[in-house]
């Protein structure tokens, strides 16, 4: 009987870690100084990404978030939250430097801990949250990564999560 029950909590502890999570919620200041609460943007597709203004790599993913501005529009929206060393004033320099159509969060590190729940992280870090609020994907900047943010990899699970379902067939309807 034992061994039954360990059988099906080890089952259960599976399907339940390869359950989509939720994003945990934050509200934040940017740097014109409105507050920004993730709740906002449900319904759209929601791109957090950590970072630190005196990242060259970043700084270099600046452009493919560009891109995907440009390109998804109303439907995606970016969020890039700087955790310390950065100050308000190193932030809208980065934001300017950059152009930056997007808003840049400052957290103190209360954000980051409730995503990265690890001792350390890599920058730029970034998920990927669908539009009920469930994250649907992570990755943070390495040479693994590299197609995440320098290529068009984000493009294409941004593409995925933006595609309606398709339709069952009447045919297969029963």
Known sequence: M???????????????AQAPQRAPGFCLADTTGQWRDLADYRGKVVIVE???TTC?????????LSGLVKKYGAKLQVLSIALPNDTPQTMLQFAKGHSLTWPLLLDQGQVAASYVRG????????YLIDGNGKIAGHWEYSPL????FEGSQLSREVDKLLVPASPVPASRKK
């Open 145 to 148: 990564t590299k197609d995440v």
């Open 119 to 126: 001792p350390s992280i890599n920058f730029p870090a970034l």
């Open 50 to 52: 950590f970072m630190q």
């Open 2 to 16: 034992k061994r039954i029950i360990t059988l099906l909590v080890c089952a259960a502890g599976f399907l339940f």
């Open 56 to 64: 060259p790599h970043c700084a270099d993913f600046t452009k493919v």
